[in-house]
């Protein structure tokens, strides 16, 4: 008998040294890419969620944020998500080619406010522009958070539809910001941003229109002192999983991967309000003029902004239900 005991008593001690001794489990190691360098709130919201899955999962996970395009450009990063040899990364509109709703995240005028905004994405709205998008794509789109409403910023000041028409902007080279601009009245003038400063300069263009983190972050201020408050679209970005990397992960983990993307998202909606406040100060202390619209310009700009949406019409089969549903968020609080 006290051999057994003897025995038994050495086999729980090699048993136990041999469990504090074993070497922890390495961390999954899970890459996100994006396009904005650091600072910006696509980034930081980036770094957040790394921050809260490896806390949440007591370090079971270890995220690798790759900003600033290290991953490669946008149209790049996006095909190794989809393949799966990264597990995720950050964008915008650039999903609407894989489901052509994902540009609706972008509708001009659609949004009178952070709040707004907010609310619908939060809401209904998010998930009918999302509806179908992981079957698409391959991808599942984890939540949603704003990088700035665009505002114009041009040489002479625009207080009214009037001082628009005519006037040559620099717009992106997409089809939806491009109609908008002639609904405008504005003359736009499709050109890569890098080529703005240089275009200004030379008196090509009389202006064009950026969230404040582009217009700070050019000093477009000194060149076009006026910039307009038209907050005629707000940038709205994504973190974006691989599906079937999501699939395959355990319920536990997948509740945290949504909770962390929950919270990131929310922590970039109560960061850009202060980050506006702060570029505000900057452009006026550095000898720019912010003006606020008048109501008839906003109305007006509106109307610009409903003539722009048929767009989608013949692209987006649930266009109207998407419309509907962000325009009801406006007035719930």
Request: proline residues 6%.
């Amino acid at each position: 008998m006290k051999k057994c005991l003897s025995l038994l008593l050495a086999v729980a001690l090699m048993l136990g040294a041999f469990l504090v001794t074993a070497p922890q489990a390495a961390p999954v190691e899970i890459k996100i890419a994006g396009m904005k360098p650091d600072g910006e709130p696509e980034t930081l919201g980036m770094r957040k969620f790394g921050e809260l899955l490896e806390k949440k999962s007591n370090g079971k996970y270890s995220v690798k944020v790759f900003p600033n395009s290290q991953l490669g450009k946008e149209d790049a990063y996006i095909a190794s998500t989809r393949k799966g040899s990264i597990q995720m990364c950050a964008t915008g509109t650039q999903t609407s080619s894989m489901h052509p709703a994902m540009a609706m995240l972008e509708t001009p005028m659609l949004y009178d406010s952070l709040e707004h905004a907010h609310r619908a994405m939060n809401g209904t709205t998010f998930q009918l522009i999302n509806k179908g998008f992981p079957e698409k794509s391959g991808l599942r789109t984890l939540n949603a958070f704003p990088l700035g409403f665009r505002h114009f910023y041009s040489k002479k000041p625009i207080k009214s539809m009037a001082d628009l028409k005519g006037l040559r902007m620099r717009v992106p080279n997409i089809p939806l910001y491009t109609n908008f601009a002639k609904e405008c009245g504005i003359s736009g003038q499709p050109m890569p941003f890098a080529e703005v400063p240089a275009a200004l300069d030379q008196g090509v263009i009389d202006g064009g229109d950026s969230p404040f983190a582009d217009i700070v972050a050019l000093k477009m201020y000194e060149i076009t002192p006026n910039i307009t408050l038209s907050g005629h679209i707000l940038i709205i970005h994504s973190l974006y999983i691989n599906e079937e990397f999501y699939k395959g992960l355990p319920d536990q983990d997948r509740k945290w991967v949504d909770e962390a993307a929950h919270e990131s998202a929310e922590y970039v909606w109560g960061l850009l309000g202060d980050l506006e406040k702060k570029a505000v100060k900057t452009i006026t202390d550095g000898g720019g003029k912010v003006s606020t619209p008048s109501p008839e310009f906003k109305q007006a700009m509106f109307e610009a902004g409903k003539r722009s949406w048929k767009l989608f019409y013949d692209t987006v089969p649930n266009a109207q239900e998407i419309l509907d549903s962000a325009l009801s968020y406006r007035d719930k609080k």
